[in-house]
C-alpha cells in the first residue's frame, strides 16, 4: 500500500498546468491510451454522455486560438482534446447504453429493461437545463481520470475552460452533431523555458482540505 500511495503522489506532485510546451510531439500510441483512460472513467449511471475530440491539427487549433483568449499553448501543444457534452439527454441515451450493454455483456436487453426504465425516468425528471449540467458534470470526471493518467505517465498536460465556447462550437462544427464544448485539455512536454515546472506546487493543507465527521458511539 505505501509503495501504491507514493506512485500516486509522486505523480500528482510532478504534474501542474503546463504554461509552455516543447515542440516535441506525443506519439498516437501515447495520445490513444489517454483517451482510453478517459472512455473507461467513471460516469453516472455508465451512460457517458461527451464525446472526445481529438485535434493534432495545426490548421485547426490556429482557428481555435483567437477564442481561446491569448493561450498560445492551445496552438504550441502536441495535442488538443475538446470534451463536448452530449445536447440531447433523454431516452436515446439510455437506449443507446442499453444496445452496448447487449453487445458487451451477451444478454437480451429485457435483462435490463426494469433499470432502464428507471434510467429514462430519472433523465426524463430533469429540465433542460439540469440536463445539460449533468452532461457536463460528466465530462469533467472523465477530464480528471485524464489528466491523472497522463501524470502517471508523466505526460504534461493543462485542462482549460477559458474558451468562447460557441466559437468552438462553431469551428468544430459541433452543433450538427448535438454536442456543445465543455472543457479543453491540451497534451505534450513541458518547456525547458517554463519558468512554472520547478515551483512549489500551491494547495491548502491537508486540514484545512477535509472535514472529518467522526461517528458517535451511542
Given at each position: 500500500?505505501?509503495?501504491?500511495?507514493a506512485?500516486?503522489?509522486s505523480a500528482?506532485?510532478?504534474?501542474?498546468?503546463?504554461r509552455?510546451?516543447?515542440?516535441?510531439?506525443l506519439?498516437a500510441?501515447?495520445?490513444?491510451?489517454?483517451?482510453?483512460?478517459?472512455?473507461?472513467?467513471?460516469?453516472?449511471?455508465g451512460?457517458q454522455?461527451y464525446?472526445v475530440?481529438?485535434?493534432?491539427?495545426?490548421?485547426?487549433?490556429?482557428?481555435?486560438?483567437?477564442?481561446?483568449?491569448?493561450?498560445?499553448?492551445?496552438?504550441?501543444?502536441?495535442h488538443?482534446?475538446?470534451?463536448?457534452?452530449?445536447t440531447?439527454?433523454?431516452?436515446?441515451t439510455v437506449?443507446?447504453?442499453?444496445?452496448?450493454y447487449?453487445?458487451v455483456r451477451?444478454?437480451?436487453?429485457?435483462?435490463?429493461?426494469g433499470?432502464?426504465?428507471h434510467?429514462?425516468q430519472?433523465l426524463?425528471s430533469?429540465?433542460?437545463?439540469?440536463?445539460?449540467?449533468?452532461?457536463?458534470?460528466?465530462?469533467y470526471?472523465a477530464?480528471?481520470?485524464?489528466?491523472?493518467?497522463?501524470a502517471?505517465?508523466?505526460?504534461d498536460?493543462?485542462?482549460?475552460?477559458?474558451?468562447?465556447?460557441?466559437?468552438y462550437?462553431?469551428?468544430?462544427?459541433?452543433?450538427d452533431?448535438g454536442?456543445?464544448?465543455?472543457?479543453?485539455v491540451?497534451?505534450?512536454?513541458r518547456?525547458?523555458?517554463?519558468?512554472s515546472?520547478e515551483?512549489?506546487?500551491?494547495?491548502?493543507d491537508?486540514?484545512d482540505?477535509?472535514?472529518?465527521?467522526?461517528?458517535?458511539?451511542?
Open positions: 500500500m505505501k509503495r501504491q500511495s506512485l500516486i503522489h500528482l506532485d510532478w504534474r501542474y498546468a503546463v509552455e510546451f516543447s515542440p516535441e510531439k506519439n500510441q501515447t495520445v490513444d491510451t489517454l483517451i482510453d483512460a478517459a472512455r473507461k472513467s467513471a460516469s453516472s449511471y451512460l454522455p464525446k475530440i481529438l485535434i493534432d491539427s495545426e490548421a485547426v487549433r490556429r482557428d481555435l486560438l483567437p477564442y481561446s483568449f491569448g493561450q498560445q499553448k492551445v496552438l504550441d501543444c502536441s488538443l482534446l475538446v470534451f463536448a457534452a452530449d440531447r439527454i433523454g431516452d436515446q437506449e443507446r447504453y442499453v444496445e452496448q447487449v453487445k451477451g444478454v437480451p436487453a429485457e435483462e435490463i429493461a433499470y432502464a426504465n434510467m429514462k430519472a426524463a430533469k429540465s433542460l437545463v439540469e440536463k445539460r449540467e449533468w452532461a457536463h458534470q460528466q465530462c470526471i477530464l480528471g481520470t485524464l489528466l491523472m493518467a497522463a502517471v505517465l508523466e505526460i498536460s493543462c485542462p482549460m475552460t477559458g474558451i468562447d465556447n460557441t466559437a462550437d462553431e469551428i468544430l462544427g459541433l452543433t452533431q454536442l456543445e464544448t465543455s472543457a479543453i491540451a497534451l505534450g512536454h518547456s525547458a523555458r517554463d519558468q515546472r515551483l512549489a506546487k500551491v494547495r491548502f491537508f486540514e482540505f477535509v472535514i472529518k465527521l467522526q461517528r458517535q458511539s451511542s
